[in-house]
């Protein structure tokens, strides 16, 4: 019997969430959301002028995350979202019993470089030290893993479905 699984690809900007979250779901033949499509415009904005969300504009926004979530509970989904901190993903867990976490781990300068890489993207370079600020990554005793961005796309999504196998 395939058990469907519920998936959060987390980690600071530039880490490689909506690419590997995407490629992940793929895989798996599950539906994939992208949490930075579920912000309310004015967190996109307030994000884009060069300021960091705050725990009161992102409370919202991880109840949406979470409802999306456990709207995907009978199919299985993958869902790309930052996920800093460690009471966020409890908020996400309590709206959607089960899920697992994916933290994309990277050096600051190969973070750095990859958002430089982009050029279509709302999320300013400037703000990577506050995302790094906030993360606090996932501990030993929370459901998940951890795992290295400095890796093809192949390799990340071959770990995951490896050590992530229901
Ligand atoms: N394993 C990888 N190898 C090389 N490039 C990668 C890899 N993963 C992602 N990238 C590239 O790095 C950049 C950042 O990836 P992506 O936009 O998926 O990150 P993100 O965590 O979703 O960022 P944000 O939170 O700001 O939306 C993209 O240009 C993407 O193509
Ligand atoms: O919690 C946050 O600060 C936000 O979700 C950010 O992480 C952005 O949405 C994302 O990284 C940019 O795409």
Redesign the pocket.
């Known amino acids: 019997m395939i058990v469907p699984q519920l998936i959060v690809v987390m980690?600071?900007?530039?880490?490689?969430?909506?690419?590997?979250g995407a490629a992940l779901a793929s895989r798996l033949r599950v539906p994939f959301v992208?949490a930075?499509d579920l912000h309310p415009a004015a967190n996109v904005a307030k994000m884009a002028a060069g300021h960091p969300l705050t725990d009161e504009d992102r409370w919202p926004w991880l109840d949406r995350v979470a409802a999306t979530l456990a709207g995907g509970a009978s199919t299985g989904m993958v869902v790309?979202c930052?996920a800093l901190r460690r009471v966020y993903r409890e908020r996400i867990s309590a709206g959607a019993p089960g899920v697992r976490f994916v933290e994309?781990e990277g050096s600051r300068a190969l973070l750095e470089e990859?958002?430089r890489?982009?050029h279509d993207?709302f999320?300013p370079t400037s703000l990577l030290d506050s995302q790094l600020a906030t993360l606090e990554s996932l501990a030993v005793d929370e459901p998940g893993i951890v795992v290295a961005?400095d890796?093809?796309?192949e390799e990340?999504v071959g770990t995951i479905i490896r050590e992530l196998r229901p």
Do not use: E, F, N, Y
């Open positions: 980690g600071v900007s530039g880490s490689g969430k909506s690419t590997v992208d930075d790309a930052s994309l990859r958002m890489g982009r993207h999320m961005i890796q093809s796309l990340i």
